[in-house]
Every structure is written in C-alpha cells, then in structure tokens.
C-alpha cells in the first residue's frame, strides 16, 4: 500500500532537548510538506520541499529544520529555540508542487514537559 | 496574499439532518478551493476540490460544496449526515496560477453529528 507514514505516533520529550520527527512516503512524490496543527488554529505550514535536495521555509520556521536528501524522507527537528514546541506535527505529499492534492500522513503529537 | 474563513469553529447536528459548513475566502486573483476533513487523531483526507468548471463541486462521501465567485465562498453541505460524518473539516485555498504561492487553511469547523 502507498502513503506516507509517521513515526512516532506520540512523542514526549524535556524541555531544552531537540527531536526529530521522522515522515516517509512511497509514494514517488516529489513535494513534501510539515505542517504544524494547534487547536482552533488550523494549520499552519512550517517548511516544504518542491524537490529532494530542496526545502524552504514555510509561515512558521523559526526553531525548526528540516532536509530533503532522500525523494521518500523528510525528517523534522523540532529545535530548543522553538519557544512552544507542543502541538500535532502533519507531514504531507503531492506529486509535483501545487499538484492540487496534498496526501497526509497520520502525524505525531509533540509534548514538551 | 489569500486568506481563509471558516465562519462557525463548531456545528452540532442530528443524525440524518442537512448541514451547511461555511467558507469564505479572500484574494486578489483567480483560486483553487478545497475541502478537506480530518478524523479524529488522524491525517487529512481530500473531500472535494474546485479547480475550473462547474461550480457545483460533488465529493466523496456525499459531500458537494458550491463556489460563488461573486460572494467569494465555497460552502459544504450534505442533505443528511451519518454519525461517521463527526470529523474536523477545513477549507483551504490557492492562487490557480503558478508561483511560489501555498495553499492556505482555514481554521477549521468541527462537526458533530448526534443521534
């Protein structure tokens, strides 16, 4: 089956630590995207990469990172300078940017304690 | 630069009723709209999508939303709703031409569908 997969699914961690969050998609995609959800927020697009080897910051990328060195993978680290790292994490695909149709993974849910 | 509104943040309905969930977007050039819904702790799914064409729009799960360009809103409706239906939707919006413009979300309308 195709589509993209989010790991974890939760994830706690200390404040002051950075941590990554891994997103993978088989499916030959060549957009990918990160999204940040918080509630009544919507969501808000943090980075996204048109092409592997390419990424760029999205509304809201102070305190994150991300790379784009693999077409099928594209990891986030959310950083010790994101001053309220706790929120839902959606990572999402689309076959070539602006495809009309972004697929979503299941996302994980960051709390820092 | 687009915006989005999603004028009621929550929707509560009785199975089996109609229901109406708003969308009004703001831009100075032509746009894309979408719906999508999200299901409890999970991902978004691609409900409907207007791109050119016939401004009545049908989706999956019985879903249709229509664009009035004059108005600036794209509204989903379904003439009756299942318990299943009680999900986040959002609409979101993007400049039909090409660019290094994103697709916009708006904030999101929960629906829940009582029996």
């Known amino acids: 089956d195709g589509g993209i997969t989010q790991s974890p699914k939760y994830l706690f961690r200390k404040e002051g630590q950075n941590v990554t969050l891994s997103c993978e998609q088989n499916?030959?995609?060549?957009?990918m995207y990160w999204y940040r959800q918080d509630p009544g927020q919507g969501l808000r697009l943090i980075y996204y990469s048109q092409i592997v080897n390419d990424f760029q910051k999205g509304d809201i990328a102070e305190g994150y990172s991300v790379s784009r060195e693999k077409k099928e993978s594209f990891p986030l680290t959310v950083t010790s300078a994101q001053k309220n790292p706790t929120a839902f994490y959606l990572c999402?695909?689309?076959?070539?940017?602006?495809?009309?149709?972004?697929?979503f993974g299941p996302g994980t849910r960051l709390t820092v304690l | 630069a687009q915006s989005v509104t999603q004028l009621d943040s929550q929707v509560p309905v009785f199975e089996e009723a109609p229901v109406e969930l708003r969308c009004n977007y703001s831009?100075?050039?032509?746009?894309?709209l979408f719906w999508y819904v999200q299901y409890p702790n999970q991902g978004l799914q691609l409900l409907l999508k207007?791109?050119?064409?016939?401004?009545l729009v049908k989706g999956i799960n019985g879903f249709e939303a229509e664009f009035n360009k004059s108005q600036t809103s794209f509204h989903l409706r379904k003439p009756s709703v299942h318990i299943s239906d009680t999900a986040e939707y959002f609409c979101?919006?993007?400049?039909?031409?090409?660019?290094?413009?994103?697709?916009?979300f708006g904030k999101g309308t929960k629906l829940t569908v009582n029996p």
């Open positions: 207007y791109l050119s064409g016939s401004t």
């Open positions: 831009s100075s050039v032509s746009v894309y």
């Open positions: 499916l030959n995609h060549d957009a």
């Open positions: 979101a919006v993007e400049p039909s031409q090409g660019g290094s413009e994103k697709l916009v």
């Open positions: 999402a695909s689309s076959i070539f940017w602006r495809a009309n149709e972004q697929f």
